[in-house]
């Protein structure tokens, strides 16, 4: 009876167990489909064809013949848009349904090897020649000389910002990410918080930001209006709130490399799921397992190997609220990107 009770009990925990199993892996590939379906994507190559920058290609080390990871160089276009549908965008301040535009646009130059980075913002009051654009009804938008810069998404979507960016700096954007109001705020809440130093003190009515000078742990809420404060500081000019950005994007770096977030799936699941809910990217990067190959092949890159520049400008001549390219430093530093 005692051999019989145990096979007994064996057979229970071996259902058991066998339960749980299928259970975990039904929950895990629930969250992987969760995760990917929150992605929207974009086909950006698709869209604009061949015409487009070279791809830069990097020579690969003698006698290696496979590469675990990806370490080529690559450019990304990094766009924050400041709107999206919905009532927690419009909350954080994001404009009307259908009214969005790239608030904020920095070009990502992930060198070879992905343990240093450049990040380059441009501007959104800077005048270019804006290109045509295709539409996904097959209609193609007009070309305009001298547009601000953020108008490309406005008219165009992730395709015209991209073909501009491209026809401004003659670089190839190998990758595109958008995230809006909403998703900056959930990641950096995810991530319990940035630690930002400011030198001034701020007080803008429009992003609702007081601050006064030093150091500050800021949630999602305040981060964001950090990121979109211009007129508390300084001149109120577009090129003191990239400073500020660029101080977010280094406390962004600093906080994630403070914590394993592979030993804490439940955490790891919470700022993938803040990340993924409003993310938009190409048709290269828009699954789950896409983007944690990217990431992982990161892993190397420290917030200490990230340098952040500005797009050298120069208020334009006929517009004093408006800049352009100064020339020939700006077109210099694209070089060095390509």
């Known amino acids: 009876m005692r051999t019989g009770r145990r096979a007994r009990v064996l057979k229970i925990t071996g259902l058991s167990l066998a339960g749980l199993l299928v259970l975990g ?8 489909w969760h995760l990917s379906d929150n992605i929207s994507s974009v086909d ?7 015409d487009r920058p070279a791809r830069a290609r990097t020579t690969p080390s003698p006698g290696v013949t496979e590469v675990p990871l990806p370490t080529e160089s690559l450019n990304i276009l990094v766009l924050g848009s400041d709107s999206r549908s919905g009532e927690e965008n419009q909350e954080l301040g994001g404009g009307e349904d ?3 535009r790239s608030d904020t646009a920095m070009v990502v130059h992930l060198d070879a090897g992905r343990t240093t980075a450049t990040v380059v913002s441009i501007p959104r009051d800077t005048l270019v020649d804006r290109p045509s654009c295709p539409l996904p009804d097959g209609e193609s938008t007009r070309p305009v000389s001298g547009a601000m810069f953020n108008t490309a998404y406005e008219v165009g979507g992730p395709v015209c ?22 998703g900056f705020a959930r990641l950096v809440d995810a991530l319990g918080g940035v630690t930002v130093t400011t030198e001034v003190d701020i007080d803008d009515e429009r992003s609702h930001l007081t601050l006064e000078a030093g150091t500050h742990h800021l949630d999602g809420t305040d981060a ?5 404060t211009r007129y508390g500081i300084g001149g109120g000019s577009d090129l003191d709130r990239i400073e500020l950005q660029h101080r977010l994007v280094k406390a962004l770096l600093e906080q994630i490399g403070r914590q394993d977030l592979l030993t804490d799936p439940a955490h790891l699941y919470e700022v993938a799921d803040a990340v993924t809910g409003s993310l938009t990217a190409d048709t ?8 944690t190959r990217f990431g992982q092949s990161l892993r190397g890159l420290l917030s200490a190997g990230v340098t952040t520049l500005t797009m050298p400008v120069l208020p334009a001549p006929w517009d004093r609220n408006r800049v352009v390219a100064d020339e020939p430093e700006a077109g210099e530093l694209w070089a060095s990107l390509r």
Do not use: P
């Open 224 to 228: 964001l209006a950090l990121a979109r």
């Open 98 to 100: 259908g009214g969005a």
């Open 25 to 32: 892996t039904g929950a895990a590939g629930w969250a992987y």
């Open 44 to 50: 950006i190559n698709g869209a604009l064809g061949d």
């Open 284 to 291: 290269g990067l828009d699954s789950l397992g896409e983007l």
């Open 161 to 182: 910002a991209v073909k501009t960016v491209e026809a401004l700096t003659d670089v190839r954007m190998d990758h595109y990410i958008e995230i809006d109001f909403a």
